[in-house]
């Protein structure tokens, strides 16, 4: 069992940055930190991936804005945003996504809002 627990978010003015944190607990020496990733909901629209997940890719909508970065002595990853927009308005989830001795497990947080004004 892996417990996830988001914090950072807040309100932020557009162009704003905002560190989003994920720290993992629990059975975390059968989930590598390197597979936890970062995705957002936004009112009405779908969950989707922003970074991480076995990579320290990001995807298209935020490069060149969002990083992703671990630090394994706290068990905690980080999203870093910054330039930010107001579609960029939604719930912040880490999740845990891994295959151990063939049994897939998936884990997520209670998300972090995360709201940007104009």
């Known amino acids: 069992q892996v417990q996830l627990v988001e914090s950072g978010g807040g309100l932020v003015q557009a162009g704003g940055s905002l560190r989003l944190s994920c720290a993992a607990s629990?059975?975390?020496?059968?989930?590598?930190?390197?597979?936890i990733g970062w995705y957002r909901q936004a009112p009405g629209k779908e969950r989707e991936w922003v970074a991480g997940g076995g990579s320290t890719n990001v995807a298209d909508y935020v490069k060149g804005r969002v990083t992703i970065s671990r630090d394994n002595a706290k068990n905690t990853v980080y999203l870093q945003m910054s330039r930010l927009k107001p579609e960029d308005t939604a719930v912040y989830y880490c999740?845990?996504?891994?295959?151990?001795?063939?049994?897939?497990?998936?884990?997520w947080g209670q998300g972090t809002q995360v709201t940007v004004s104009s």
């Open positions: 629990g059975s975390t020496f059968s989930c590598s930190i390197n597979a």
């Open positions: 999740n845990a996504h891994y295959i151990l001795l063939g049994r897939e497990y998936n884990y």
